[in-house]
């Protein structure tokens, strides 16, 4: 199973940001398959940030929940991040991740700037 982040590099302040993660191995309607958004800031640890189940169902971090909304495209396999209003806080690498336990699979990463 492999994951690709993809997206814009650099996103001005009140923008929303719009990430998406390709997925080549395995579809991401398959049975107990979740599909999750982790950010790093710099300096700072892994943060969850929300997820999607193979049925489509959503969970989102409560602190993020406000902003966030993931979704996915089934015809395309991939899975989308939007996270609204942004400030340079919103700084980060951003991560998908596959998950199947006991598997469990990871992006490269993407960096994501917040400036205007």
């Known amino acids: 199973v492999q994951l690709q982040e993809s997206g814009p590099g650099l996103v001005k302040p009140s923008q929303t940001l719009s990430l998406t993660c390709t997925v080549s191995?395995?579809?991401?309607?398959?049975?107990?398959?979740?599909w999750v958004w982790v950010r790093q800031p710099p300096g700072k640890g892994l943060e969850w940030m929300g997820a999607i189940a193979y049925s489509g169902t959503t969970y989102y971090s409560p602190s993020l929940k406000s902003r966030t909304s993931i979704s996915r495209n089934t015809s395309q396999n991939y899975v989308t991040l939007q996270l609204s209003s942004v400030t340079p806080e919103d700084t980060a690498v951003y991560y998908c991740q596959g998950v199947s336990v006991p598997d469990d699979y990871w992006g490269q990463g993407t960096q994501v700037t917040v400036s205007s």
């Open positions: 191995g395995a579809s991401i309607t398959r049975n107990d398959w979740i």
